[in-house]
């Protein structure tokens, strides 16, 4: 079974700073997705970025960029230039890559995200 | 549609009342997924359909809980004599493929009292 830590209940930073929300995973596979998702008071879950296991490139969205060790299995996102749209719950997810049929995230408890003006 | 519409939005229930919950996905996605998010947590996954088929339905907590997708369309997830713990967002997921992106709906929350 995979298993999804966010070791952050809650973080802030000031308007056009930098942050960086943390995420651990254990699994067994070698072959996954992780994503980072932002859950804003609207409910809805918006994908902020996605990694392939295999891929040794960090992802990078705009402002959000990720860092992927995956000996440590670690996957971090930084937000650089932080906005007050940013403000929100954050989850990091695990997929294990289809090979079957089961294509379900796995999430983390989440990491609730304030930017302050 | 142009997103994934749920419906209610909120939902107060009795405890021991049947509940419908309901899912639109996007047109032409074949995956649905339903996940429950308990107040603090994650979601967690419910239920995959793939076409008009439940290709996996581990995460279904109990036999209270039933979802269908009669025509590979919309989906309905449906608890029977709810509980006070089945109090949750319900959220409600479609792709055209997987891992292709999840688009999520605004879920609905449901209260049971």
């Known amino acids: 079974a995979q298993t999804v830590t966010q070791s952050q209940p809650e973080m802030s930073v000031q308007e056009a700073e930098t942050v960086t929300l943390s995420c651990t995973y254990d699994?067994?596979?070698?072959?996954?997705?992780l994503f980072w998702y932002k859950q804003p008071p609207s409910r809805q879950m918006i994908l902020v970025i996605r990694?392939?296991?295999?891929?040794?490139q960090n992802a990078t969205e705009n402002r959000f960029s990720v860092n992927f060790q995956k000996a440590a299995k670690s996957f971090s996102l930084k937000i650089s230039d932080s906005q007050l749209g940013d403000t929100a719950m954050y989850f990091c997810a695990f997929m294990v890559t289809p090979g079957g049929s089961n294509y379900k995230l796995t999430f983390g408890k989440g990491t609730l995200l304030t930017v302050n003006p | 549609g142009a997103g994934v519409s749920q419906t209610p939005s909120n939902k107060v229930t009795e405890k021991g009342k049947y509940v419908e919950l309901r899912c639109d996905p996007i047109?032409?996605?074949?995956?649905l997924y339903w996940y429950r998010q308990s107040l603090g947590q994650g979601p967690e996954f419910l239920i995959y359909f793939q076409g008009t088929g439940a290709a996996d339905d581990s995460g279904l907590p109990n036999d209270r809980f039933f979802a269908v997708r009669p025509e590979g369309s919309v989906s309905t997830l449906k608890i029977q004599r709810t509980e006070r713990g089945d109090s949750a967002v319900y959220l409600c997921?479609?792709?055209?493929?997987?891992?292709?992106?999840?688009?999520f709906g605004s879920g609905t929350r449901l209260t049971v009292v």
């Open positions: 047109s032409g996605h074949t995956a």
């Open positions: 990694q392939e296991a295999y891929k040794q």
């Open positions: 699994t067994s596979e070698n072959n996954y997705y």
């Open positions: 997921a479609s792709s055209l493929w997987t891992p292709a992106r999840y688009t």
